[in-house]
């Protein structure tokens, strides 16, 4: 696991407590249904050109909420963010909730979880931006 300093892990800690999180046998569940939530990848680029979630789209957590609102208007679209461990989606759900965003969630155990549990991964090379 990826070490985290103190003041970050407490800045985390406190968004969880204001957010809603999901587990990953939730989301896998989630996603075989009808409309399923829109899986938001938070990651840096080149953690997102190593792998995601199959279907994830790709908003980094230092754009996110610049480029939001184009990719997603519907303040109700269901967003599951998630990045390595659950740290950096849980500031981002934060961070949506705070500019209206009515559902959004972050994903409990990030990356790190989702293989764990031997959750679907696409580890496809993905072009790099121009």
């Not at 009808?34 to 840096?44: G, L």
């Not at 981002?92 to 969630?105: C, D, F, I, K, T």
């Amino acid at each position: 696991m990826a070490h985290h300093a103190p003041r970050f892990l407490a800045l985390c800690e406190a968004a969880r407590g204001r957010i809603r999180e999901m587990g990953i046998d939730e989301l896998r569940a989630r996603l075989q249904h009808d409309r399923p939530p829109v899986v938001v990848d938070v990651r840096e680029d080149r953690e997102w050109a190593a792998g995601r979630i199959p279907g994830a789209v790709h908003l980094g957590k230092g754009v996110i909420e610049r480029d939001v609102e184009d990719a997603f208007p519907d303040l109700d679209e269901e967003l599951v963010l998630y990045c390595g461990g659950g740290f950096r989606s849980a500031l981002a759900a934060e961070a949506l909730q705070q500019m209206g965003y009515r559902n959004v969630w972050s994903l409990a155990g990030g990356r790190r979880g989702w293989l764990a549990a031997g959750a679907p991964w696409d580890a496809e090379p993905v072009p790099s931006a121009p």
